[in-house]
């Protein structure tokens, strides 16, 4: 990440989690880490073969289904902690930015809260942060 695209989202994070601790205060004790690790990321070209042209009709590769369904995931907030952390690695695998997906979950405070969207955002941080531990 470039120092301004860090201090954005460092930024957006700590506004966002402000907020959600007033919304709901018990999101800040729920962990649904352990899910997770029920699910290994798929290779690219396993996800190329499900989300996008074998399984799937043209018009959008597998990266831009990733990210809509970051997209989806993000509106639908805490409910879906393990399956968006899920879908960030893959989206990730399958070729998106930290800054497509980080863009793509701030687009949705619009429609689903800046409380849904702060979760997400933490979520991917902490998967950029994995990704990025796992390349040391």
Do not use: C, Y
Request: net charge negative; charged share 25%; proline share 3%.
């Amino acid at each position: 990440m470039t120092e301004e695209f860090s201090k954005l989202f460092s930024a957006m994070m700590e506004q966002g989690a402000e907020m959600a601790r007033l919304f709901n205060p018990a999101l800040e004790s729920f962990n649904p880490a352990a899910f997770e690790k029920l699910f290994p990321t798929m290779s690219k070209d396993m996800m190329e073969i499900w989300f996008g042209k074998t399984f799937n009709r043209e018009g959008l590769d597998a990266r831009t289904r990733l990210l809509v369904t970051i997209a989806a995931l993000t509106v639908l907030g805490a409910q879906a902690d393990a399956q968006l952390r899920l879908t960030i690695r893959h989206a990730l695998e399958a070729g998106a930015t930290q800054r497509e997906i980080a863009e793509t979950i701030f687009q949705m405070s619009m429609f689903g809260g800046v409380p849904a969207m702060t979760r997400a955002l933490e979520i991917a941080r902490s998967v950029f942060d994995e990704k990025s531990g796992e390349n040391t």
